[in-house]
């Protein structure tokens, strides 16, 4: 398997793909890999056979943060009272066998 890296006609690297040893490339592609270090977005020269990379990094900003629909507040309401009452009834069974233990001994 190899990777290749695809490329639109100004150069502009577009994604890669791991494809079979025997592959033959189309345009667009290469089997050549950009060194360590390049800024994005890269750029492949077909001529020179070389990758470039941005002057600066490329700096990709957060969209804005969503947070919980009602729907999942509800969820999350109800899973906590759930939980409560799970440990409330485990307390209670508690206490039964502490009574029934001491209730046997008399």
């Known amino acids: 398997?190899?990777?290749?890296?695809?490329?639109?006609?100004?150069?502009?690297?577009?994604?890669?793909?791991?494809?079979?040893?025997?592959?033959?490339?189309?345009?667009?592609?290469?089997?050549?890999?950009?060194?360590?270090?390049?800024?994005?977005?890269?750029?492949?020269?077909?001529?020179?056979d070389k990758f470039t990379g941005a002057d600066n990094p490329e700096v990709i900003t957060q969209g804005t943060v969503v947070g919980p629909t009602s729907e999942q507040e509800s969820l999350t309401a109800i899973a906590q009272k759930m939980a409560d009452q799970q440990q409330h009834i485990a307390s209670l069974e508690q206490a039964l066998t502490a009574l029934a233990q001491g209730g046997a001994k008399s």
Do not use: C, H, R, W
């Open 1 to 48: 398997m190899k990777l290749i890296y695809q490329y639109t006609d100004d150069g502009t690297v577009t994604g890669t793909s791991v494809v079979a040893d025997d592959y033959q490339l189309a345009t667009g592609e290469t089997f050549t890999l950009p060194p360590a270090g390049l800024n994005t977005p890269l750029k492949y020269d077909a001529s020179t």
